[in-house]
């Protein structure tokens, strides 16, 4: 039987790919078991790089399978396929290079770019539960308790800041849901700290039972090299145990978020070529605007909030130096709690912008039982409104709204701020 709202329409899994044959090969039974979470739907697997099929070859296939409906019951042309990509974050590949490698693929026909795999609960049940698994007694080791022993995250490292400050996130997520004694992050390539800064930090607290932990979903270069440096790191510290975590690997946790992300899209009405929403703008010179959470992207959403005029209301447990000092000045309204329903009073506008997903669900959820349009940092098409990439110049706004690809946003919005001023 074909999944009802997918109404045949091919998945295409965009995966990075990896030299390791353990890797592909679990990466393949992956897609596998999200193919059988999906009766009916064609599924694609593309990599890319190091692995083949590329992503080019993967939508090609996809699209040639797509069934023969060009036009929905609305005139607008159905989705020939959608794309998911199987990465954590919003990094470069999210990014540029698979939507650069769907271009080159898709020919005329028009396919959808969904989500990657964070934030979500499962994936972090996952982790979780490799954590477990690498505490428990066995083959002649004891049980460790949580409590008693601390722990390395490790993720990728990306050029991209907001990829790493997801792991930050994730690390202190990953610290509370478990019990542990103390958590460090660290990156195995672009960023710092390093493997062997993080372990080190921790034995400088005194810890002497480790779990080094990638957040890795397969079997790869990355693993192998932490594998490398917390050996290399033990055979100088002898009085410290260590404990290695397996991937994430072939799981129904992450096959479920995959499933997920390929019915979002599909299940938005009016979705054309670009970005599915209504332009337009709004005036709100003195009107009350909330933005929940304090963090690096809530205070430049407050500085353009400002510039247009609004009443900005600011709630969260911390906040930052630039959002302080504008409280001090009497530009901003700031208290320091959590959300509460009551927040939302009088509101023209919100934004959550939090780093927990489920205050941000909570956000929208009553922005939406109010008629309130709100705006979620975490997941755009969870939210009722986006936020341009916008800019000014000689009297002209330039704002330019894409599919989750906001690199590719502020770069278009910058070719024609200059086209304008040429």
Known sequence: MTDPLASGTPLVIAAHGTRDEAGVAECRALAERVARKLPGIPVELGFVELAEPGIPEAVRAAVAQAPDNPEG???????????????????????????????????????????????????????????????????????????????????????????????????????????????????????????PEALSALAAQGADQIVVQGNFLFPGLLHVWMTEQVEAWQASHPGVEIRIAPVIGDCDEVADVVVDRYREPLDEVGLGEGAPVYMSGLRLQGR???????????????????EAGADVHVVAPNSGIQLTRMFRKGLVNLERRAFQTKDLDGVWFVQALTNDPEVNVLVAEEADRRGIFCVRGDNSRKGSAFTPATQQAGGMTVSVVGDRTPRRSARLRDEVLRALQG
């Open 288 to 306: 009350k605007v909330l933005v929940v959470g304090a963090g690096h992207v809530a205070e430049r959403r407050v500085v353009r909030l400002l």
């Open 73 to 195: 019951a609305d005139g607008d042309e159905e989705a020939a396929a959608v794309v998911v990509p199987l990465m954590f974050n919003t990094g470069g590949h999210v990014r540029e290079d698979i939507p650069e490698a769907i271009d080159e693929g898709r020919g005329d026909a028009r396919v959808m770019y969904s989500a990657p795999l964070l934030p979500d609960v499962r994936m972090r049940k996952a982790l979780n539960h490799r954590l477990t698994e690498t505490l428990a007694a066995g083959e002649g080791r004891e049980e460790w308790r949580p409590r008693d022993t601390s722990a390395v995250l490790v993720g990728r490292g990306a050029l991209v800041p907001d990829a790493n400050a997801s792991h930050y996130t994730l690390t202190r997520m990953f610290w509370e849901e478990n019990d542990l004694s103390r958590v460090e992050p660290a990156f195995i390539q672009v960023t710092r700290p390093s493997v």
